[in-house]
């Protein structure tokens, strides 16, 4: 059975707390990337999205200085490296994941996204993922 270890993002890109919104979105367009790990030290204390940008930043018109951290998504669930591909991806079901910071002995190491869980995983992961993240929030 494949473990995340196998299907990640090595190296995940990551910014400091005191990072912009324009340092991060002109990072995600260099790097080609939809997400970035804010880290304080060595522990994710949030990651920001794309979309998290336009939605929560953009649409109200605030500024592409404003700090990252007041649009993060904070509480940042991780996995370990070890963990099987079919456990991580009833747990991404489980939280509404589209994206998964894998940590090895609490460090982060990588990145899985669903797009990981359809190229690189054998089997339904990405389905069974994407069902749970396809379920409406309480929210909406």
């Avoid at 990981?116 to 089997?123: E, K």
């Amino acid at each position: 059975m494949p473990t995340l270890r196998e299907i990640m993002t090595p190296h995940p890109i990551t910014v400091d707390p005191q990072a912009t919104l324009q340092e991060v979105a002109t990072l995600m367009l260099e790097q080609d990337i939809g997400a970035v790990l804010v880290m304080k030290g060595d522990q994710p204390t949030g990651i920001i999205t794309d979309r998290d940008i336009v939605i929560r930043a953009v649409a109200y018109g605030h500024g592409s200085g404003t700090a990252v951290t007041d649009y993060t998504t904070g509480d940042v669930f991780t996995m370990e490296a070890d963990t099987s591909v079919e456990d991580a991806a009833q747990e991404m079901a489980r939280h509404q994941l589209r994206r998964l910071p894998v940590t090895e002995g609490g460090k982060v190491v990588g990145m899985v996204s669903l797009g990981d869980l359809a190229v690189r995983a054998s089997g339904n992961a990405d389905e069974e993922a994407l069902r749970g993240v396809s379920v409406p929030s309480d929210n909406s």
